[in-house]
């Protein structure tokens, strides 16, 4: 890239052609032999010395003295009237620009040159002077951009053309008059640095829309070396951005990264022959030979290693930017030469000052600052082992990423997870999964920082694995999170939203070995889902959705459905309907995200049909859910203190504390009660008002008195002391204590951040509609504060009564089950029951 030349300066010519000249053999230096240089140039990159980066900087300085070369002579044929004699012209400089400007050149890079003069000095022999210097330069069969300018003149086109001007960037002198040069240099630095405020914006946006058209490097079997996003005009961006003095990307593997793609690049030109940046299926072998490499797919995954550094280099500078740029913005005061914000080499750690720090606490040990999450002051890594996936989790949910400083400390310092995991971790994976799009960044900066690696050791196997099939268009490791982002989308479908997002996870973890992928998953899954801490039944379930991840999409699309043997096929698989519906839910979300040819409504169509006859089967005449046991004698202690004393009874039994501190404080309440109207709703609020997060809750029947259990954990910080607990239940009960105002005005005042994109919550009568005494409904959400305390005020608001109800917390998801019936204790007629399930659900949205 170089500064374009304008149509007025006919010596300026196109690049890669020369104007028609029969009198060009008297522009030609004194001594000038055009096969010089090129077979100079052909004998390099023929030695099987210096390969790579030596390589691309021998041939530069091959291509520096022969441009000196040239341009001496040149100056000596024209003779400047008013130059003055000495070892070099002056009043002219031969300038390389872009990536000649950079000090490497590729064997079919195109020549950057600027021909630059003060305006005075030659007069009109400049337009001689360059034609004496290019017409060399196209006989050797090198590819030629340049120009011919003044200094004023370069200013006024670097104003007008971002691209030019990130060129001049990189110039460096190569031969004239050497004070030229500096004075461009310092000239080019300083407007950039002036006006960097505007032009980063532009630049960001142009990387962008340079992605959109290329793709993403390293996702692409035909990637585009250069082009796509992660690729070398992302590595440019970002020195363009440290030359700005604003911010500095993280260097941490980021130049042997982009010395990577450059050698690639070097060993795609040689094979193929020509100047190209796509790295075409036909060149890839010939490629990998050239590097040394074992095969095509290896070559793949070592530059999708190296575009992804690049990738999540570029991301966390140009939030960064965002950040700085917004922070001056605020502050309406001109620009200063902040700290580097990375450190290294003769720079200090530290951003601008932005003013006072705005915290907002995310999760135990994890807040939210410039839009990022951040470890809380008070954060342990070495002594909460749960604090990474705790932290990713947080982040995602609030529709934010975690900031690299803090996933770099979290690397370096967290404590390995004890095996089985706690649930707490197992729990805080779903949860991350669970955020569906918003999982995506937060999960690529774990990835970067070998976070997922050492939580899934598997995981190293698939890693930027390439799948050379036309229907895939991501990596196995890329497409097993996608894979995860679409079933978040469907956890309203399933009663198991946490097996459903793991086993999307894992589908095709068997990628990574020899063999059938689905057998060699289904073992990884299996030994991965205990170590997870999911218990036996669980994990048998996983192993069973990853073996037969295609079972539905293969028999739909190939079998016959009103043969029996077809829908024998699959029951003979699948055992319960519960299971069928987790199966039904990864098989679309697998198809969603593989890509547009792997589902259609027609696909859609076969596979629901398919389901549909399963699941009659598998039905028929299967019992509804059986409502929660029996108090035990403990808990009737409490409920015949209730009806005596008529009011709240509680008992509190903490829980005991996990492996290491830091994990959030939890406890078991049991409250009876004597059963009153909106009891449940009032005693959620509560809970809510005291940042209580609700894990699973249980209500029973005891008499005249509902016994309420509930598993609770602090939001963060410790529990409440239960006397303020016991207190604040007996005023709401009383009337005394407004729950939802409370809980209106605390939301006003701290507004939480909303997970994008989360899907709506579904409330619907359980199969088999009621069970003897009562009607179940059954409420599927996302979880949130206040979420129980809303439930109870909607139910309250239909007219029915809770009998009892079950409350598990899954990840980010609510699988809630309420037994309810008329005020007369009946259950409810179909239709009754379908509208109270409409109202609640509408209440929810």
């Known amino acids: 890239m170089t500064v374009p030349h304008t149509p007025s300066d006919p010596h300026t010519p196109v690049r890669g052609h020369r104007p028609t000249d029969h009198r060009r053999t008297d522009h030609q230096p004194t001594g000038y032999r055009p096969t010089d240089y090129a077979a100079a140039r052909q004998r390099l990159l023929a030695e099987p010395g210096p390969v790579g980066a030596h390589r691309r900087?021998?041939?530069?300085?091959?291509?520096?003295?022969?441009?000196?070369?040239?341009?001496?002579g040149a100056a000596a044929a024209v003779r400047a009237p008013s130059a003055t004699a000495g070892p070099a012209p002056v009043g002219v400089a031969l300038v390389a620009v872009g990536g000649y400007g950079r000090g490497a050149l590729s064997p079919r890079s195109d020549l950057d040159l600027l021909l630059l003069h003060d305006g005075h000095t030659w007069g009109s022999g400049i337009p001689a002077l360059a034609e004496q210097l290019w017409y060399p330069v196209w006989d050797s069969g090198a590819a030629l951009d340049h120009s011919v300018r003044d200094l004023a003149t370069v200013r006024e086109v670097a104003a007008d053309d971002l691209k030019a001007q990130l060129s001049l960037l990189d110039a460096r002198h190569i031969a004239g008059d050497p004070a030229l040069t500096a004075a461009l240099r310092s000239t080019v630095l300083a407007d950039w640095r002036a006006t960097a405020p505007q032009r980063l914006p532009e630049l960001h946006r142009m990387c962008q829309e340079r992605a959109e058209r290329h793709g993403e490097l390293s996702f692409l079997l035909e990637p585009d070396l250069k082009e796509s996003r992660g690729g070398l005009r992302d590595a440019v961006a970002l020195d363009a951005v440290a030359a700005s003095w604003l911010a500095d990307a993280p260097r941490d593997g980021l130049d042997a990264a982009v010395l990577h793609l450059a050698d690639v690049r070097d060993a795609l030109h040689l094979a193929a022959g020509r100047a190209t940046d796509r790295l075409s299926l036909q060149e890839q072998d010939q490629v990998a030979t050239e590097l040394g490499v074992l095969d095509a797919?290896?070559?793949?995954?070592?530059?999708?290693?190296?575009?992804?550094?690049?990738?999540?280099?570029?991301?966390?500078?140009?939030?960064?930017?965002?950040?700085?740029?917004?922070?001056?913005?605020?502050?309406?005061?001109?620009?200063?030469?902040?700290a580097f914000l990375f450190g290294g080499p003769g720079r200090t750690a530290g951003a601008v000052d932005r003013g006072p720090v705005q915290r907002r606490p995310l999760a135990e040990g994890v807040v939210e600052q410039d839009g990022e999450a951040v470890l809380a002051r008070s954060a342990r890594p070495a002594q909460d082992p749960v604090l990474p996936l705790r932290a990713a989790a947080a982040a995602a949910q609030a529709g934010i990423t975690v900031a690299h400083a803090t996933v770099r400390r979290l690397a370096a310092e967290a404590a390995p997870l004890p095996v089985p995991w706690p649930d707490e971790a197992r729990e805080q994976l779903v949860t991350l999964l669970g955020a569906g799009s918003a999982c995506l960044p937060v999960w690529e900066a774990l990835e970067a920082e070998g976070l997922?690696?050492?939580?899934?050791?598997?995981?190293?196997?698939?890693?930027?694995?390439?799948?050379?099939?036309?229907?895939?268009?991501?990596?196995?490791?890329?497409?097993?999170?996608?894979?995860?982002?679409?079933?978040?989308?469907?956890?309203?479908?399933?009663?198991?939203?946490?097996?459903?997002?793991?086993?999307?996870?894992l589908h095709d973890i068997g990628k990574g070995w020899p063999g059938d992928h689905a057998e060699a998953g289904e073992v990884i899954t299996r030994d991965l889902a205990l170590r997870m801490g999911f218990c036996g039944a669980d994990a048998e379930v996983l192993a069973l959705l990853v073996r037969h991840h295609l079972l539905l999409i293969d028999t739909a699309t190939r079998r016959d459905p009103d043969d029996p043997a077809t829908v024998a096929a699959v029951t003979g698989v699948v055992g319960t309907a519960r299971e069928l519906e987790l199966l039904h839910a990864l098989t679309e979300a697998d198809a969603l995200a593989t890509g547009p040819a792997a589902w259609s409504d027609w696909r859609a169509s076969l596979?629901?049909?398919?389901?549909?006859?399963?699941?009659?089967?598998?039905?028929?005449?299967?019992?509804?859910?059986?409502?929660?046991?029996?108090?035990?004698?403990?808990?009737?202690?409490?409920?015949?203190?209730?009806?005596?004393?008529?009011?709240?009874?509680?008992?509190?039994?903490?829980?005991?504390?996990?492996?290491?501190?830091?994990?959030?404080?939890?406890?078991?309440?049991?409250?009876?009660?004597?059963?009153?109207?909106?009891?449940?709703?009032?005693?959620?609020?509560?809970?809510?008002?005291?940042?209580l997060t609700v894990r699973a809750a249980a209500v029973r029947e005891a008499g005249p008195v509902l016994l309420l259990t509930w598993t609770v954990a602090a939001e963060y910080g410790d529990l409440p002391e239960p006397a303020r607990l016991r207190a604040d239940l007996r005023r709401a009960l009383d009337g005394g204590l407004d729950v939802a105002r409370r809980l209106a005005e605390r939301d006003a005042a701290a507004p939480r951040r909303h997970r994008p994109g989360a899907p709506p919550p579904r409330v619907t009568v359980a199969p088999g509609g009621s069970s003897a005494r009562a009607t179940v409904l059954e409420v599927r959400a996302?979880?949130?504060?206040?979420?129980?305390?809303?439930?109870?005020?909607?139910?309250?608001?239909?007219?029915?009564?809770?009998?009892?109800?079950?409350?598990?917390?899954?990840?980010?998801?609510?699988?809630?089950?309420?037994?309810?019936?008329?005020?007369?204790g009946h259950p409810l007629p179909a239709a009754r029951a379908a509208e109270v399930a409409s109202a609640v659900e509408r209440a929810l949205h």
């Not at 021998?58 to 040239?70: C, F, P």
């Not at 895939?472 to 497409?479: A, I, N, S």
């Not at 492996?659 to 004597?674: K, W």
Request: proline share 8%.
């Open 607 to 691: 596979v629901a049909d398919l389901v549909g006859r399963a699941e009659a089967l598998l039905t028929s005449g299967a019992p509804p859910a059986p409502p929660p046991a029996e108090p035990g004698a403990a808990e009737q202690r409490l409920a015949a203190e209730a009806a005596r004393s008529g009011g709240p009874v509680l008992a509190v039994r903490a829980q005991p504390p996990g492996p290491r501190s830091g994990e959030p404080a939890a406890a078991e309440l049991v409250l009876a009660v004597p059963d009153r109207p909106a009891l449940l709703g009032t005693v959620a609020g509560v809970l809510a008002l005291h940042r």
């Open 452 to 505: 997922v690696t050492r939580l899934l050791p598997d995981w190293e196997r698939v890693r930027c694995r390439p799948q050379r099939n036309a229907v895939h268009r991501w990596t196995v490791d890329r497409h097993l999170v996608e894979t995860a982002v679409r079933a978040a989308a469907l956890t309203r479908r399933v009663a198991r939203p946490d097996l459903l997002l793991v086993a999307a996870l």
């Open 57 to 72: 900087t021998a041939l530069a300085a091959l291509t520096d003295r022969w441009l000196a070369t040239l341009l001496a």
């Open 297 to 338: 797919d290896t070559l793949l995954r070592r530059v999708y290693r190296a575009a992804r550094t690049v990738a999540y280099a570029s991301d966390v500078t140009w939030r960064e930017v965002g950040r700085v740029l917004a922070a001056r913005s605020r502050r309406g005061r001109r620009p200063q030469r902040p």
């Open 782 to 824: 996302h979880d949130a504060p206040g979420l129980l305390h809303r439930i109870g005020r909607a139910l309250e608001q239909t007219g029915v009564r809770v009998r009892t109800a079950r409350v598990s917390t899954l990840g980010a998801d609510a699988v809630d089950a309420f037994y309810v019936t008329d005020p007369a």
